[in-house]
C-alpha cells in the first residue's frame, strides 16, 4: 500500500506495450488508403447545415461592419425569424439612408 497498491504491479497487455497489432493497413504514396482499415472521417463538434427560423442560410453566412449574420435576409440578430428578401430591402434601405445622411453631415461642415 506504500506505493499505491497492487493494481500499479499489472502489467499492460504486450499490444500495448510495443504499440503494435494484427490490423494491417498500407498506403499509397500521397497519404491515401489502398488495403485495411479505412481512415474515419473527423467529425465536427458543431452541427453543419442548421437552418434556424425558416432561414434559408446558416448563420454566420453574412458578415457586415463587425458583426455576423444570415445571408439570406442580412438578419445580424442570432436565433431571429428569417424575413428574407424584405429583410435585405430593409436591410439596404436603412444602409442607403444611412450613407445619405452621412452625405449631408459632410455637405454641411
Do not use: M
Request: aromatic share 12%; net charge positive; with cysteine.
Amino acid at each position: 500500500e506504500k506505493y499505491g497498491g497492487v493494481k500499479h504491479l499489472k502489467a499492460p497487455p504486450k499490444e500495448l506495450l510495443l504499440a503494435q497489432s494484427e490490423n494491417y493497413v498500407e498506403y499509397s504514396e500521397d497519404g491515401r488508403v489502398i488495403k485495411g482499415h479505412e481512415a474515419a472521417i473527423p467529425k465536427s463538434k458543431y452541427v453543419e447545415d442548421v437552418y434556424d427560423g425558416n432561414h434559408t442560410a446558416v448563420w454566420g453566412s453574412y458578415y457586415k461592419d463587425g458583426k455576423w449574420g444570415y445571408a439570406c435576409c442580412f438578419s445580424t440578430v442570432r436565433n431571429s425569424y428569417c424575413t428574407g428578401e424584405a429583410g435585405k430591402r430593409i436591410a439596404l434601405s436603412k444602409e442607403s439612408a444611412a450613407r445619405k445622411r452621412n452625405i449631408a453631415v459632410i455637405l454641411n461642415e
